[in-house]
């Protein structure tokens, strides 16, 4: 042994006395399908399949879609109007 230089201290060294591989292969097969299966991607598949499925919900789905649009249009004429003649009440 030399004064500068020092012996690297021996690895530690375990081998489990009871191990049970098919408990591991369980554990892992499981963790795989739990990332296969996680919530987030069962959303995005899941969104809007049901509306597709049916006739009777995507007629009602499109039907209030277009009733929204519809009403959008409609305040938004009538703002537009009532500040028309606001305006040629006040200016003219």
Do not use: C
């Amino acid at each position: 042994m030399s004064l500068f230089q020092t012996r690297k201290p021996r690895q530690f060294f375990h081998s489990p006395i009871y191990w049970n591989s098919l408990k591991e292969k369980q554990k892992e097969s499981l963790n795989r399908i739990a990332k296969e299966n996680s919530v987030e991607d069962a959303k995005e598949n899941i969104k809007g399949k049901f509306l597709n499925a049916s006739v009777h919900l995507n007629r009602n789905h499109r039907r209030k879609v277009i009733e929204k649009s519809f009403y959008r249009g409609l305040i938004f004429s009538l703002v537009v109007l009532a500040f028309s003649l606001l305006y040629f009440i006040y200016f003219n």
